[in-house]
Nanobody, 118 residues
């Protein structure tokens, strides 16, 4: 009912920045009822972890490891969520997944790779 497509990943050096985008599409009924959108990441050999989320009304949560460096934002008209990542560190290397929920169902994108070299 909801498809999520991420973009903006890549290879950068430590200290540089990247901006991820995630656009939601699909059934208008479900897309218009998306509540929370956010980002998770999974590094090799590790569990998927929360990076940042934002509710439809602007409430945000951040992982402690990214506070002060990453900023989540959202365009409810375009059904798009962004993740501005500044001062990237090698430990930020992971596949970043977009996530959203709508009427009790959870949706995931396919992920975008972020690699930070030291």
């Amino acid at each position: 009912q909801v498809q999520l497509v991420e973009s903006g990943g890549g290879l950068v050096q430590a200290g540089e920045s990247l901006r991820l985008s995630c656009a939601a599409s699909g059934s208008i009924f479900f897309v218009n009822r998306i509540n929370t959108m956010g980002w998770y990441r999974q590094a090799p050999g590790k569990q998927r972890e929360l990076v940042a989320t934002m509710s439809r009304y602007g409430s945000t949560t951040y992982a402690d490891s990214v506070k002060g460096r990453f900023t989540i934002s959202r365009d409810n008209v375009r059904n798009t969520v962004y993740l501005q990542m500044n001062n990237l560190k090698p430990e930020d290397t992971a596949v970043y997944y977009c996530n959203s929920d709508s009427i009790g169902s959870n949706y995931w994108g396919r992920g975008t790779q972020v690699t930070v070299s030291s």
